[in-house]
């Protein structure tokens, strides 16, 4: 793996990007088939986790791919309320548990493991072996590949439709261009493994149908344009000046 890595830093975050998605959506098929949600993907995303994380702390890798504190101060990112208040949807229809606990705990550590992965995968492997090349390009590819990669709720029977899924993948869009400014400018992939593991966690206690579809279109349209939309220009006028 490390050979691979020194010869080609973007074959490396294109490989293991490939692995993560297939292997997700193979392990997720036979969770279902044995008929305990995220049983066999818990365990993937577990052992993949522990695999990324002791190479890169085995390779001195930890400060590049940004498992350290951040070098800007929390207020500079406006103490992160913004993405705060995203990962606080999940409460906003009520609170409920549509699986036992068990199951429960399962999909916790799963989207716990997948907020770690992504976040190392397309904000640290995938940005870092781009930035060196162009930072503009390095930062619409992770954001854009983050993304895109949503869009697979279309064909993976998640139940979700045209407009629900373009509406997820311009969100995730943006949460990702939001989060390679605050991994760029911050040099901590931590802030933005904790969101993005919260984020996703927390859904298992959402109550799902208890916002109407316009209800819901419209909250998912003021995140988009008021608080990530906000948050982006805000982040990049305030650090306009690095960039340049």
Request: proline share 2%; charged share 15%; with cysteine.
């Amino acid at each position: 793996m490390t050979k691979l890595y020194e010869k080609s830093e973007i074959t490396f975050a294109i490989l293991w990007i490939a692995a993560y998605v297939v292997l997700s959506s193979l392990a997720d098929q036979l969770s279902e088939t044995i008929g305990v949600m995220k049983s066999v993907t818990a365990a993937l995303h577990i052992v993949m986790s522990l695999i990324l994380f002791f190479w890169i702390r085995n390779n001195n890798l930890s400060e590049k791919y940004g498992f350290c504190r951040s070098v800007v101060p929390a207020k500079r990112f406006l103490y992160y309320i913004p993405l705060i208040l995203i990962a606080s949807t999940a409460f906003w229809g009520g609170i409920s548990s549509q699986v036992g606990f068990p199951e429960a705990l399962l999909y916790i550590i799963s989207m716990c493991c997948v907020g770690f992965l992504e976040e190392v995968i397309f904000r640290g492997l995938l940005f870092r072996a781009m930035e060196k090349d162009n930072l503009r390009v390095a930062i619409l590819v992770s954001s854009l590949t983050f993304g895109l990669g949503h869009i697979v709720n279309l064909f993976n029977g998640s139940g979700r439709d045209l407009a629900s899924s373009i509406i997820q993948v311009v969100f995730a869009v943006l949460v990702g261009f939001v989060l390679v400014l605050i991994f760029y400018h911050g040099k901590s992939l931590i802030p933005c493994i904790l969101f993005h593991s919260a984020n996703n966690a927390l859904k298992v206690f959402s109550a799902e149908g208890k916002l109407n579809p316009q209800a819901e279109l419209m909250l998912n349209l003021v995140l988009i344009i008021a608080v990530l939309g906000g948050y982006s220009l805000y982040l990049v006028l305030t650090f306009s000046k690095k960039t340049d």
